[in-house]
């Protein structure tokens, strides 16, 4: 399996410009997870889907943040527009729930966002 | 709210030791899945162990062990014969089974490996 794939794998940016991150999950997964990671923060949830819905958007930082999940094997991240404090990296998660709750995140291996 | 608190930020041994990382959490929940990830330099976040909170035997994978206290809200990591591709960043992260389905994350303890 090719696991989480993430695209791009770094973005440079100027502030004010539109900055749209990629993920494609496992294959059979029908969950899929967006976190930020800074290093004030840390690790954090911005968004996350079941069967291609979003479930809870509670951590998306503001309405500059939008995501989607057109289908199940694919994702977008869209930040309008960007600001310097956007700078971080991006992870998209996934898996399955076949095996109820709790099943294990799966990571790709991030978006390293630099906005100017 | 959960919270999980990694109370070591840096961590440094030398090769072959054994190494234990600490982990609490706060949480009213009963039923709960708790995870080490770890993240080397390459940034890509790896799962290295997971523990269900209904079992009471401590999960083991390989080098990686547990130590699993629920009533302390506890959950540490071991690693024995630590070897140098060991050296990464090392999160503990909660999962809450009912309500809002999230992994909390630890800020993470920065484990160093000399040779």
């Known amino acids: 399996d090719a696991g989480v794939i993430q695209s791009p794998r770094h973005e440079v940016t100027e502030m004010g410009q539109e900055v749209t991150l990629r993920c494609k999950p496992i294959?059979?997964?029908?969950?899929l997870f967006w976190y930020r990671q800074t290093m004030m923060r840390g690790l954090e949830l911005l968004i996350y889907f079941n069967n291609n819905v979003p479930i809870d958007d509670s951590g998306m930082p503001e309405d500059r943040f939008s995501a989607k999940m057109p289908n199940a094997s694919f994702s977008t991240l869209k930040i309008q527009p960007s600001e310097p404090r956007d700078s971080a990296v991006y992870f998209c998660?996934?898996?399955?729930?076949?095996?109820?709750?709790?099943?294990?995140?799966?990571f790709g291996p991030g978006t390293r966002l630099l906005v100017l | 709210a959960q919270t999980v608190t990694q109370s070591q930020p840096e961590m440094s041994v030398q090769e072959a030791e054994t190494v234990t990382l600490s982990c609490t959490y706060d949480t009213s929940e009963n039923n709960y899945y708790l995870f080490w990830y770890k993240q080397p330099p390459s940034r890509q976040m790896i799962l290295v162990i997971r523990?269900?909170?209904?079992?009471?035997q401590n999960a083991t994978e390989n080098r990686f062990s547990v130590n699993f206290q629920k009533a302390a809200k506890s959950f540490s990591l071991k690693i024995s014969d630590s070897q140098l591709g060991d050296t990464a960043m090392y999160f503990c992260?909660?999962?809450?089974?009912?309500?809002?389905?999230?992994?909390?994350f630890g800020q993470g303890t920065r484990l160093t490996i000399n040779p």
């Open positions: 523990q269900e909170a209904y079992k009471q």
């Open positions: 294959s059979g997964h029908n969950s």
């Open positions: 998660a996934s898996t399955s729930r076949a095996g109820g709750p709790g099943e294990t995140q799966y």
């Open positions: 992260a909660f999962f809450r089974i009912q309500g809002a389905q999230k992994l909390v």
